[in-house]
């Protein structure tokens, strides 16, 4: 799938911030860039940014909505990439200035300097069942109905989801996951680089001619990354936020 984005040098990459009063790291971050102390050229969000934001509920704006503002803001100075991840989705209600990808959009492909880039979330291909339950949760005559029940039983659905959410452990070792990327993702793809996220572990996998990154999830480390092209052929610079730097 063809999108033709234009990666830029010094843009910044954040992935799985999982944003809620239990993750309250991102907000710091945004504020930077929002006062400009920070300034990328680009800024890419790989999904999961929000623990819980979805464009036809507006119940979840509410703990987001300062982070939203200053995303907006953001958008109207630099190029802002989204692409949604299976916490944040429907966000063109809620990010009017901004290239949103949905999960049927994904890989997006794109190019920086001469490279064949792709990005995704991580989630574009799963089990049967998942796949099943992704396209029904964001079904636009799905929503309506569950957001009425959720605003006649005062919350019950989305107060249980963001009480669930809250206890989830999100950064554990993934073991075989080089063996599980080889599968999905070598010989099935053209590519000199394939990022995602979604699966916490911060980890390269060198193919043949290509590789593969699986970014660091926000959440866990408070990692970012800048994108930058070293002569050893990393594409990625890792920083690690902490306010006031």
């Not at 394939?194 to 390269?204: P, S, W």
């Not at 920083?239 to 006031?244: A, E, L, P, V, Y």
Request: charged letters at 25%; hydrophobic letters at 40%.
């Amino acid at each position: 799938m063809s999108h033709k984005i234009e990666i830029k040098k010094g843009a910044f990459i954040i992935s799985d911030a999982h944003f809620s009063s239990n993750r309250p790291e991102l907000f710091s971050l945004i504020e930077e860039i929002y006062l400009e102390k920070l300034q990328p050229t680009q800024l890419i969000l790989m999904g999961d940014i929000f623990d819980a934001l979805f464009g036809s509920i507006e119940y979840t704006y509410i703990k987001n909505q300062q982070t939203i503002d200053m995303l907006n803001a953001i958008s109207q100075k630099i190029e802002v990439i989204y692409l949604e991840g299976n916490h944040d989705f429907n966000l063109k209600a809620v990010f009017h200035n901004m290239q949103i990808f949905t999960i049927a959009q994904q890989p997006v492909e794109c190019k920086y300097e001469e490279k064949k880039v792709y990005l995704a979330h991580g989630d574009f291909e799963g089990p049967l069942g998942y796949r099943i339950y992704s396209a029904f949760i964001r079904n636009p005559f799905v929503l309506p109905v569950l957001k009425m029940i959720d605003n006649l039983t005062n919350h019950s659905i989305l107060n249980y989801v963001d009480s669930h959410l809250g206890q989830k452990e999100d950064c554990n070792e993934f073991t075989g996951f080089a063996e599980f990327i080889s599968r999905r993702i070598e010989n099935r793809y053209e590519f000199d680089f394939f990022i995602e996220g979604h699966y916490h572990q911060n980890k390269q996998i060198k193919f043949e001619n290509s590789i593969y990154i699986n970014l660091a999830a926000f959440a866990c480390n408070q990692r970012y990354f800048t994108v930058e092209l070293s002569q050893d052929n990393e594409l990625l610079k890792e920083n690690i936020f902490s306010k006031g730097i």
